[in-house]
């Protein structure tokens, strides 16, 4: 069974950062993308950023703020959010695709961006 586990959220000031990492129990390399998702109170989850073997894509909302990134070596993806908004605030989860179809998901950690 595949496990991803997300870390580093928390409270932080509007305009400050953050960054989550999500680490799996298996290679990054064997799942076809990696990427981030959040879902704010009384919202559906939305796609925040997604990478595969090609460049990032992001959502509008975040896109120039938020920057996705992996480092293989260690089976982590990162998050890393800058000039964060209290629109921002969500539970942050992490989900790998397989080649053959099956979706992983992280148990989520909670942001909150907030003075």
């Known amino acids: 069974q595949v496990q991803l586990v997300e870390s580093g959220g928390g409270l932080v000031q509007p305009g400050g950062s953050m960054r989550l990492s999500c680490t799996t129990s298996r290679l990054i390399n064997s799942f076809k993308n990696m990427g981030w998702y959040r879902q704010a109170p009384g919202k559906q989850r939305e796609l925040v950023a997604v990478t595969t073997s090609g460049s990032p894509n992001y959502a509008d909302s975040v896109r120039g703020r938020f920057t996705i990134s992996r480092d293989n070596a260690v089976n982590t993806v990162y998050l890393q959010m800058n000039s964060l908004k209290p629109e921002d605030t969500a539970v942050y989860y992490c989900?790998?695709?397989?080649?053959?179809?099956?979706?992983?998901w992280g148990k989520g950690t909670p942001v909150t961006v907030s003075s």
């Open positions: 989900k790998a695709e397989s080649y053959f179809g099956s979706d992983y």
